[in-house]
């Protein structure tokens, strides 16, 4: 069965670390995975894409990587805040389809 | 200015009821969708439109009724409410199948 996957338990790390997230997907074979972020309370808001043919993208303190052998998304924080401190969620999406799947989300707490 | 609006955002009602969430956007996107969070904060898509056309319809109890009169607009009516569907709805909108944009989500109790 399809199924996306992210550490379900909640990570906690200190201020300055960097913050390591995983999303593994099984049975899929997408074009897109995307990183949200949501806070208690809000909307899930966007942070990165990346496509199937990319390895890595990175935003400021933000690093994605995309390896389609291993079925796996990495989401890096560098210099972690507490400002940081939310659930990410990954979302993945095959190619000629405007529909994402998404994760189950971590909560990441970032301890000042 | 709210990207994408919706209204209402706490929703409090008996079972049986039939209830409707609103949806706006003023990002000119072609695409809205509807998600349900469940109480594990599992976000699930529930419909899509493109174009006021539905292109996305998943495995939703038919009491789901979704409407869009225009690009911008995308409401969610749902019959006979059950207490399975307590839960936060959100709406989202995007150009194409891009990165979407998200409500704050409409948070629907059922008593």
């Known amino acids: 069965s399809q199924k996306i996957e992210q550490n379900s338990e909640a990570l906690n790390i200190q201020e300055g670390k960097t913050a390591t997230l995983t999303c593994n997907y099984t049975n899929y074979s997408p074009a897109y995975l995307q990183w949200y972020r949501q806070d208690p309370g809000r909307g899930p808001v966007f942070l990165l894409l990346i496509r199937e043919n990319e390895k890595e993208k990175r935003k400021e303190r933000l690093k994605v990587t995309f390896d389609t052998t291993l079925k796996q998304s990495l989401f890096h924080i560098t210099a972690s805040q507490p400002a940081d401190s939310a659930t990410y969620l990954c979302?993945?999406?095959?190619?000629?389809?405007?529909?994402?799947?998404f994760g189950t989300g971590t909560r990441l707490k970032v301890l000042a | 200015d709210t990207a994408v609006s919706q209204t209402p955002k706490y929703l409090v009602t008996q079972m049986g009821n039939d209830k409707s969430i609103k949806c706006e956007q003023n990002l000119g996107h072609d695409t809205m969708y509807w998600y349900k969070q469940d109480s594990k904060k599992f976000l699930k898509i529930m419909f899509s439109?493109?174009?006021?056309?539905?292109?996305i319809n998943e495995t939703v109890p038919n009491r789901f009724s979704p409407k869009s009169p225009d690009k911008a607009h995308l409401n969610l009516h749902i019959n006979s409410l059950e207490l399975g569907d307590s839960a936060v709805y959100f709406c989202a909108s995007s150009p194409g199948g891009k990165p979407q944009h998200f409500g704050d989500g409409t948070r629907l109790s059922i008593l």
């Open positions: 439109y493109n174009n006021k056309e539905l292109i």
């Open positions: 979302a993945i999406a095959t190619s000629g389809t405007y529909k994402y799947i």
